[in-house]
């Protein structure tokens, strides 16, 4: 089997404690025929020093600038424009993957043509550590992209545990929304379009959970602008894949975060006001996919304002 170029992509922005072990982890790949894109992102901190002194000692590293912050979205998508391998794979500046990683990964896609091979991660948090999907039934084996959607009881909505094939995201448009919330949208349109995609048990990356990292730091009034627009790009997929019982999901979820959201700012009268026209926007939306289930009465509807978890659940259960 010839050994194609991978292409591992590393936005960076503000990482100066974490992107050197980052770095080490992808240089000491077994698979040796690698690039590493380091996308800086204006980082303000030494993170770009710290990229430079590993590109002068390893020429397979690639340090790539740009004027104006882009945010991780952006980030990732110049990376796309940019890398030169037969397949890609996104890693977090602040995690990092296991020695044997790319070539598992690479070895498993080519000899299956998959568009997607995701795998198991380790979570890794202050105190505690957790592989994730511990079990499936579902490992090693090769399904359409919608096929694999509708049979797991999670979507896998995050870009770092996959490894693409890169002719496939550019024949199909795929790129990241410039916004937060931007894996779910992207890995959503991944999987409707992909035809051929396989899940294994090899849990070869490290995701560092961050108490001040921007997933777990959701409390700027740009958070519920960026909700609003994942629900808009959310209702495009599912009209376009409406029988896809995880694409439901994602599309009432994507409803609960912003609702979650709106509560956050709801005695902001200023803010209220600004984004009254955009929330009757988006009830309109709900009217035909949550409010529009004829199963719910008035009071269910309502716990969606209330509790989104619940709602969720109670309406998972009545329209399956």
């Known amino acids: 089997m010839k050994n194609e170029l991978i292409s591992l992509i590393v936005p960076f922005y503000n990482v100066e404690q974490y992107i050197e072990r980052c770095i080490k982890s992808l240089l000491s790949q077994s698979y040796s025929n690698i690039e590493v894109l380091l996308i800086d992102d204006c980082s303000p901190d030494n993170s770009v020093k710290i990229a430079k002194e590993y590109a002068?000692?390893?020429k397979r590293i690639k340090i790539l600038q740009y004027k104006n912050n882009r945010g991780l979205g952006g980030a990732r998508n110049y990376g796309?424009?940019?890398?030169?391998?037969?397949?890609?794979?996104?890693?977090?500046?602040?995690?990092?993957?296991?020695?044997?990683?790319?070539?598992?990964?690479?070895?498993?896609?080519?000899?299956n043509d998959l568009c997607v091979l995701?795998?198991?991660?380790?979570?890794?948090?202050?105190?505690k550590s957790e592989i994730l999907p511990r079990k499936s039934t579902y490992f090693d084996t090769v399904f359409s992209g919608k096929e694999y959607w509708d049979l797991i009881p999670i979507a896998p909505v995050v870009a770092w545990n996959k490894l693409y094939k890169l002719s496939f995201l550019k024949e199909n448009n795929i790129v990241f929304k410039l916004r937060k919330f931007e894996d779910v949208a992207f890995t959503s349109e991944v999987f409707m379009k992909a035809k051929?995609?396989?899940n294994i048990s090899l849990p070869f990356y490290h995701y560092i959970v961050r108490e001040n990292s921007i997933m777990?730091?959701?409390?700027?009034?740009?958070?519920?602008?960026?909700?609003?627009s994942l629900i808009k790009d959310m209702n495009d997929l599912f009209e376009l894949n409406p029988k896809n019982q995880q694409m439901k999901k994602l599309y009432l979820y994507s409803f609960i975060g912003f609702f979650r959201l709106w509560?956050?700012?709801?005695?902001?009268?200023?803010?209220?006001?600004?984004?009254?026209?955009?929330?009757?926007?988006l009830f309109?939306?709900?009217?035909?996919?949550?409010?529009?289930?004829?199963?719910?009465?008035?009071?269910?509807?309502?716990?969606?304002?209330?509790?989104?978890?619940l709602t969720a659940k109670i309406y998972l259960k009545v329209r399956g």
Do not use: W
Not at 216 to 228: P, Q, V
Not at 284 to 309: D, E, V
């Open 56 to 58: 002068k000692k390893d």
């Open 80 to 111: 796309i424009e940019k890398a030169k391998g037969e397949y890609i794979l996104f890693v977090d500046s602040d995690d990092y993957i296991d020695s044997n990683s790319v070539q598992i990964l690479f070895d498993k896609a080519k000899k």
């Open 118 to 127: 995701e795998a198991s991660y380790i979570k890794e948090s202050k105190n």
């Open 196 to 198: 051929k995609v396989m």
């Open 216 to 228: 777990t730091e959701c409390t700027s009034e740009s958070h519920l602008e960026d909700a609003f």
């Open 263 to 281: 509560h956050l700012y709801n005695k902001d009268l200023l803010f209220k006001k600004k984004m009254k026209k955009k929330v009757m926007e």
């Open 284 to 309: 309109k939306i709900a009217k035909k996919f949550i409010f529009g289930a004829k199963k719910l009465g008035l009071k269910q509807r309502f716990l969606l304002l209330i509790s989104p978890t």
